[in-house]
């Protein structure tokens, strides 16, 4: 299922990602790290489309964070930097940094997913 999602969000097709990611979790099978690494992937290469990461995070953004804190795979830092890149595209800076802040460890990818959503949002001096 992973390797279909995936492929959902090559083709800028998130909203088919997300429909995947629910059949899985009705059939009995829960999302991972790279399920949701994955969605969030394809949440942020279709929003600024169709599905307005612009305009609050997106509803298959937020359905796939919840499915993350679910799981208890929010504090993962590859999840959480998706997730931290997501929202600071919608212009949810307080919720990217709330999210960095919670990361059990962080590495240059999440430093680097702060540093840019901060940039984008003209909020560079809050480094």
């Known amino acids: ?48 489309i169709k599905f307005g990461v612009k305009d609050g995070a997106s509803r298959m953004g937020k359905q796939v964070h919840a499915a993350a804190l679910k ?23 307080d919720v990217a940094k709330s999210i960095f802040n919670g990361l059990l460890a962080v590495d240059i990818v999440c430093w680097d997913s702060i540093i840019a959503g901060l940039s984008l949002n003209s909020l560079e001096k809050e480094l």
């Open 71 to 93: 799981e208890a795979l929010d504090s993962d830092m590859y999840v959480g930097s998706g997730l931290i890149t997501l929202y600071s595209r919608s212009g949810k800076v």
């Open 1 to 48: 299922m992973n390797i279909m999602i995936s492929g959902y969000g090559e083709i800028y097709k998130g909203e088919k990602a997300v429909e995947l990611m629910e059949r899985m979790v009705i059939s009995g099978c829960q999302p991972n790290d790279v399920t949701c690494i994955n969605i969030i992937a394809a949440c942020v290469k279709s929003g600024d």
